[in-house]
């Protein structure tokens, strides 16, 4: 029986610019059986729509396309994919032309007066060389902004913030709470061209509907009774830095149609104010909710969805990325004998991988908390199982004596969350006999946030007043 042959493994992602069909052909084949994705184009303009839409780790670019110079595209490669690396080839082997080429921003020359197999044998061995020192740097650079991974995942996150990190472009961040949705935001800030300026968090979740507003957009004295003098809204504070509105998906509606036409005119306009205010904020969007499916619910504009989806970032969940949880526990460990003037040393081996065994529902934020408490808690030098997981046991064994079974731990905090919320609301409208001003003095919330839980979870009011 014949051996099974292995695909080759992806080297990256690979665009092709020539003009020529024949050549793209050729190039495009014997790349992708060395194992690179390949996508191809033929003029300027297909190639700077498909950098502006996705991202690439190199770009073969051919230097004459027709009568037009790609000369001219370098400035433009350099801005808006500066980690790509840009491989030109000419059929003239110009030692001027080349020069011209590196001080614009390309990578390396090649002459296509060599054969196609030559010109991708070069390429494979620049990009291989190319991964070695990025992953070394890009880890290096990550764990100082506190995103630690070795995982194939994190370091194919870790290249996708490289790479949009100083486009001006809309990111919309997915992924479970306790991910570390904000932590990556501020990485991309931090490490962009705004980095001295303001990065500014709200989350549209936390402040009722009437306040929102304010929040984002400012207000001018006597706006409202409460509106004793102007006051900046947070888009106007950051408009050289960087807003990060994190669970979008919860804004109420009135609210994403302002948002949309804030981001598609670059300008604001205060509560009580006439005139617009141009702004250049960079916005980063975050939510735990699947928006796609929210938009099937009427809960979310499909509009807004595609405004705020220029780039989309998905941080996996930990238990999809098991192999990091010993490098996390560990550098929290070290965090924290800081704080707490302790000596815990680093985790054993076999805890570590015990450790993985377990699903953490509430992922990085979950393990944090569990090496905290472990820590501050420990009577000698090194953590066992059973000091990290201490209060997960007792909480079964407390479900298990008062006859509740075992705990479920097979739902996501998110899942949970919205469980909750409607329970909590159904028991509040039957107390209230659907009054909603009395479910929002029970509560205490206000009366937009129980219509706003109500829309939400399809419950009517007059379901309750009988």
């Known amino acids: 029986m014949a051996a099974k042959t292995q695909a080759p493994k992806e080297l990256g992602r690979v665009l092709l610019v020539d003009d020529d069909p024949d050549m793209l052909a050729l190039l495009s084949s014997l790349l992708e059986q060395e194992g690179f994705r390949v996508e191809m184009c033929q003029t300027l303009d297909q190639l700077k729509a498909k950098v502006l839409q996705f991202s690439y780790d190199c770009i073969l670019l051919d230097l004459f396309l027709g009568q037009d110079s790609s000369v001219s595209a370098l400035p433009f490669l350099a801005r808006e994919a500066p980690f790509a690396k840009v491989i030109v080839m000419t059929a003239h082997g110009s030692i001027e032309l080349a020069v011209e080429a590196m001080k614009l921003g ?18 494979k061995q620049r990009m291989q060389a190319r991964g070695e020192v990025q992953s070394v740097s890009y880890s290096q650079a990550f764990d100082e902004l506190g995103l630690l991974g070795r995982s194939p995942q994190m370091q194919a996150l870790f290249d996708d913030i490289m790479q949009i990190k100083d486009s001006d472009a809309t990111v919309l961040i997915q992924g479970e709470s306790g991910t570390g949705k904000e932590l990556v935001a501020r990485a991309i800030h931090r490490l962009s061209q705004r980095k001295g300026e303001l990065f500014a968090a709200l989350n549209c979740a936390a402040i009722p509907e009437n306040l929102l507003e304010s929040e984002l957009f400012g207000h001018r004295k006597g706006a409202f009774t409460d509106a004793k003098a102007d006051r900046k809204g947070i888009f106007e504070s950051a408009s050289d830095g960087t807003l990060f509105l994190d669970e979008i998906g919860d804004m109420p509606l009135t609210l994403q149609v302002k948002l949309l036409r804030v981001l598609q005119e670059k300008e604001i306009t205060p509560l009580g104010a006439t005139r617009a205010i141009p702004i250049q904020t960079r916005v980063i969007t975050a939510t735990h909710r699947d928006l796609e499916e929210e938009i099937g619910r009427g809960r979310f504009r499909e509009d807004l969805f595609f405004r705020i989806n220029v780039f989309t970032l998905f941080i996996p969940p930990l238990r999809e990325r098991k192999g990091d949880i010993g490098l996390l526990a560990n550098a929290f460990i070290d965090s924290f004998n800081a704080r707490y003037q302790k000596t815990i040393r680093h985790l054993r081996p076999e805890v570590a991988l015990r450790l993985e065994h377990y699903e953490w529902p509430g992922n990085v934020r979950e393990l944090q ?27 079964r064994t407390q479900s298990m004596q008062e006859g509740g079974g075992d705990t479920n731990l097979s739902l996501s905090y998110a899942e949970a969350k919205e469980n909750f919320e409607k329970s909590f609301l159904l028991r509040i409208l039957k107390v209230s006999k659907g009054s909603i001003s009395e479910a929002a003095r029970i509560s205490g919330r206000y009366r937009s946030d129980i219509y706003r839980l109500m829309e939400r979870y399809g419950i009517e009011a007059d379901d309750f007043k009988n």
Not at 106 to 123: C, G, M, Y
Not at 369 to 382: I, M, S
């Open 369 to 395: 908390n569990a090496l905290e408490r472990a820590v501050v808690l420990a009577k000698t030098d090194q953590l066992e199982l059973e000091d990290i997981l201490r209060q997960k046991v007792n909480k």
């Open 106 to 123: 390309a990578s390396s020359f090649v002459s296509k007066t060599h054969d196609a197999h030559r010109i991708t044998a070069e390429l």
